[in-house]
């Protein structure tokens, strides 16, 4: 008896179009896409870090699987972190815990807010960054 | 999992049982009475007449004292209705009371088919066309209906 995933997708869009969260902003990359699948994100670097005042740039993928599985999310603009791909910008799933440990519960918004804070954990945060602006 | 309350089961069963005339509802899965899929015929006297549009409805929760959550699956040319099936209405809104039921919502969107509300608009320029040529913006939502929701001779 849980929300179906388009009106799950509908709440997480309407949030997001009021400015859900200061930390991160995200949205259907195409309007008129009924099947609401393809999402953009950006993500406000951690303050405090190498990564304070740079604004990443994501892609998320919530296929039909959603939300009863995790969304497929990549990174577009460059980031050194241990889950990230360094080759494709994907998340490694394995080792990012917000989707190793799926919850139907979590968010798009809870995804972003969750890959801010591994930018400052003690294995991401002494890891060099690339040159801000650059894309995978 | 909470159980189903009564109001649910009983609203449901009578929405099929008896239902609105040119609304057929439907529960596609019995696992989830909160989920129902909606067809619902244009209003006569509307471009949208001769179409039959269908709808996703999801009651909450908090259903009834939050409204139904519903949206069209069918593309439609309206002021109130926006790409994703979004309806604008003051029912599904600020207006919900929880004497108000599915059939009352249903009834409340096929009315609004045939009176769009271009004074509180969801989409601005199918508003704009509407109000100031309202023949074209008839003739495009003839076109779309014709396109969309007109069901195809079976072979």
């Known amino acids: 008896m849980a929300i179906p995933r388009s009106f799950r997708l509908l709440e997480e869009l309407e949030k997001g179009e009021k400015g859900g969260s200061q930390a991160c902003s995200y949205g259907l990359a195409d309007g008129e896409d009924v099947t609401m699948t393809n999402w953009n994100g950006t993500i406000l670097g951690a303050p405090n870090s190498v990564h304070a005042n740079r604004i990443y740039s994501v892609e998320i993928v919530c296929d039909n699987t959603y939300p009863d599985k995790p969304p497929k999310v990549r990174f577009t603009s460059k980031i050194n972190l241990d889950c990230v791909d360094q080759t494709t910008g994907d998340i490694i799933i394995e080792k990012f815990n917000t989707m190793n440990n799926w919850k139907r519960s979590t968010t798009i918004e809870d995804v972003l807010l969750d890959l801010r804070k591994e930018m400052i954990t003690p294995v991401n945060k002494a890891l060099p960054q690339p040159k801000e602006g650059s894309t995978f | ?155």
């Not at chain 2, 040119?22 to 989920?35: E, M, V």
């Not at chain 2, 439609?76 to 790409?83: A, Q, R, S, V």
């Open chain 2, 1 to 155: 999992m909470s159980a189903i309350p009564r109001r649910i089961v009983k609203e449901t069963k009578n929405l099929i049982k008896d239902p609105v005339p040119g609304i057929k509802t439907s529960i596609p899965d019995d696992d989830n009475l909160r989920y129902l899929t909606v067809e619902m015929e244009g209003p006569d006297n509307s471009p949208f007449a001769g179409g039959v549009f269908n709808l996703e409805l999801y009651l909450p929760e908090e259903y009834p004292m939050e409204p139904p959550k519903i949206r069209f699956l069918t593309p439609l040319y309206h002021p109130n209705i926006d790409k994703l099936g979004r309806i604008c209405l003051d029912v599904l809104k600020d207006h919900w009371s929880p004497a108000f039921q599915i059939r009352t919502v249903l009834l409340s969107i096929q009315q609004l088919l045939g009176t769009p509300n271009p004074d509180d608009p969801l989409l601005s320029d199918v508003a704009d066309l509407c109000k100031n040529d309202n023949a074209k913006y008839c003739e495009v939502a003839k076109e779309w209906t014709k396109k969309y929701a007109i069901p195809s001779p079976k072979d």
